[in-house]
């Protein structure tokens, strides 16, 4: 079976740092895959990689078979991608924003309006989205971005820290919904910093640092493997 | 194509915010504020300000002076309270400046065949601003000469009876031709100076408000999407990016020409209200249209094409500039110092002769594809049709190699990873 995402000893420098130190891990379609690690160990640089916006210095990106660098435009076709800290056009209204968006993806007005009409109920926005984006809280824009990256239905989803700034309702609304649409068979690549989450959306975890791979595991087995039933502790023992 | 006005729609949306059209706004109103009460001013001081004149002579001629200042422009106050010393002292006169003595014996004196002279007095205050010192140098200046030719007139009607004194004094007028290209028109030198003028520096400046606006424009919507991070996820769309960068282009272009329309207008208007001469600039030179026509210094409607072209070009090529220096940028604060260059680039060719620059420079001002759409007009004009269409080549090849390192600069990782700093900005 085709994989939906396969990185074979992916490898980035930056001028002379080397941000990612040959990769290799292989996500199944519908998992939600999450990167963890401390910061500054390349999980935004892999994912930025995954999503066609930068050029591996060597190694390979492969998004259900197709190599992200020479297939880079069908490779588009099939992901979305939410940077960490990401803005959005603080003078069009959120419900313009998703219009234009869906059409971007989409290219097609009836289809972008239907995909923009379910991203403006999965933002919770409600009568907000009317009003223009530079009057909406972090969270609430984050809400939008998140509800962009998920409307146009990709096959990967590439989510780099969905939830930060997010209150705790609306993160575990976030949750759920990104649960049940990968039981639907979207697949998710996800990295973030908080343990609670990652335990209860991921299939499996990749703990990254200094842009190796230490650990590729299911929550389960890993707190088998530490003999403990924290996954923070794991964390801490793994990257230590 | 759909998907390119959807993003032209964004864009423009993006640029045009309150805050802008409020801005143009302001820009109208201030100028025709400014340019109102400057005008009203000088009409003011042009009125309460005239000459004094103190006739101490009291003879035939006196008086025909007199009345000869008194049918001219500025207004002519008589004051027969006694000498110069006490006319400056005057309290009444005190807003006066320009004062005109006929001096005692005069007549006498051109009578008996011995030069006189007639006196003038400009009073000076420390804090004179404006246009009042050089409006009050040119009425002494045209006073001086009506009496002058009053006086001759009354010197020749008595010396030479039976001959028109008009004649005697101009007898061979000049007549003034103006030669371009080996065509010959009568015209005063000054008109064709004043036209050509008119067309070489009113124009630069309208072309150097769209091109600096527009270039900014450009420029901060790009680094604001870098800043936002909006062009990452655009980037990693299937969309096309080489509409991404058409759509930027258009759109800041679109914008631009009518904050410039707005500009112009301003500037007219300001224009109209400081010199009092009407909205029209070129009315003045109007009356001289057929002459310089016939010299073939009125621009033709493939001229006008001509020059069109090259303005187009001029302008694309500073809005690709822009967008690479956009791309480079760090954030949206850097932007006014990656201005600069842009901005002297754009100034240089306006302020250095062509004709009289060495080589060396000559062929680095040629290098800055503005100089082109600064030479367009002139060029038109004079003939030199074949210099304004290489012009217009060597704009587009800018413009081609400019939007393909955009769109490379768009495809790679410079993108994300290139951080354009100038030293000292941080
Ligand atoms: N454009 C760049 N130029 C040079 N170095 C960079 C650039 N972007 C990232 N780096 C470096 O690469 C390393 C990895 O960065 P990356 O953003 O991938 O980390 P991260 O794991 O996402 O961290 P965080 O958890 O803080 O988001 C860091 O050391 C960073 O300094
Ligand atoms: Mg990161």
Redesign the pocket.
């Known amino acids: 079976m085709i994989k939906a995402l396969e990185l074979t000893d992916l490898v980035k420098k ?2 002379n ?1 080397e ?1 990612v130190a040959g990769l290799s891990l292989t996500v199944a379609e519908g998992e939600i895959f999450a990167l963890v ?1 401390p ?7 892999t994912l930025k990689m995954i999503a066609t916006i930068l050029t591996p210095t060597s190694g390979s990106v492969k998004v259900f078979g197709l190599d992200a660098s020479r297939d880079a435009h069908a490779v588009r076709e099939l992901i979305s991608y939410l940077p ?1 800290e990401a803005g959005a056009y603080k003078n069009l209204t959120g419900r313009e924003y998703l219009e234009f968006m869906a059409m971007v993806f989409l290219k097609d007005k009836a289809r972008a309006l239907a995909a923009a009409g379910e991203g403006g109920l999965l933002s919770g926005l409600g009568p907000r989205l009317g009003d223009k984006i530079k009057t909406y809280s972090k969270g609430m824009a984050r809400k939008l971005l998140l509800a962009r990256a998920v409307m146009i239905k990709p096959r990967l989803a590439i989510l780099d820290e969905p939830t930060t700034g997010l209150d705790i309702v609306n993160g575990y609304e976030i949750r759920k919904t990104i649960k049940a649409l990968a039981a639907g068979g979207m697949t998710f690549v996800i ?1 973030s ?1 908080n343990m609670g989450e990652i335990e209860y959306l991921s299939d499996r975890i990749a703990v990254i640092n200094n842009g190796r791979l230490l650990a590729c595991d299911t929550p389960a087995a890993l707190k088998t493997r530490f003999a403990t039933d924290d996954l923070e502790e794991v964390f801490i023992k793994l990257t230590q | 194509m759909n998907i390119f006005f959807v993003l032209l729609k964004k864009e423009i949306k993006e640029l045009l915010t309150r805050q802008l059209l409020f801005t143009i706004v302001a820009t109208l109103l201030v100028f025709q504020l400014i340019g109102g009460l400057v005008g009203s001013h000088n009409k003011a001081s042009a009125a309460r300000s005239g000459i004094v004149l103190l006739d101490l002579d009291r003879t035939a001629l006196s008086g025909r002076v007199t009345k000869a200042l008194g049918g001219g422009k500025a207004k002519l106050t008589l004051y027969a309270g006694g000498g110069i010393e006490t006319a400056l002292a005057a309290p009444e006169l005190g807003a006066e400046n320009s004062f005109m003595v006929i001096p005692a014996g005069l007549e006498g004196e051109l009578k008996a065949g011995r030069p006189a002279s007639v006196e003038f007095y400009s009073r000076f205050k420390k804090n004179a601003s404006g246009l009042g010192p050089a409006m009050s140098a040119s009425r002494i200046r045209r006073a001086a000469q009506a009496a002058s030719a009053e006086i001759s007139a009354w010197l020749l009607e008595r010396n030479a009876p039976g001959l028109a004194p008009a004649f005697l004094m101009d007898p061979a007028p000049a007549r003034e031709f103006a030669v371009v290209d080996g065509r010959t028109a009568e015209v005063s030198l000054a008109q064709v100076i004043g036209f050509i003028q008119s067309q070489t520096f009113f124009f630069p400046v309208a072309v150097f408000f769209i091109v600096i606006l527009s270039a900014q424009m450009i420029m901060t919507a790009v680094a604001s999407e870098k800043e936002n991070k909006t062009l990452e996820t655009l980037l990693s769309s299937p969309l096309d990016r080489r509409l991404l960068v058409m759509s930027k282009l258009a759109a800041a272009s679109l914008i631009a020409a009518l904050l410039s329309g707005a500009y112009m207008l301003g500037m007219r208007s300001f224009m109209a209200g400081v010199t009092g001469l009407g909205a029209d600039p070129s009315v003045a030179v109007a009356a001289a249209g057929p002459a310089l026509a016939k010299l073939g210094l009125m621009l033709t409607t493939s001229g006008y094409l001509l020059v069109g072209l090259s303005v187009l070009f001029c302008i694309l090529c500073a809005l690709s500039i822009a967008f690479i220096l956009g791309i480079m940028a760090e954030d949206v604060k850097s932007i006014q110092a990656m201005m600069t260059p842009l901005m002297l680039a754009y100034l240089m060719p306006i302020f250095i002769d062509l004709s009289t620059a060495h080589t060396g420079l000559k062929v680095l001002l040629y290098a800055i594809p503005f100089t082109h759409a600064f030479m367009a007009p002139q060029n038109v004009m004079m003939g030199n049709y074949s210099q304004v269409l290489w012009g217009i080549a060597y704009q587009a090849a800018v413009f081609a190699a400019c939007v393909t390192i955009a769109a490379r600069l768009f495809s790679g990782d410079a993108l ?2 290139m951080r354009f700093r100038f030293p000292g900005s941080r």
């Open positions: 930056y001028k740092f941000a690690g910061n500054g160990v390349g999980k935004s640089t960490e990295s910093h | 994300l990873t």
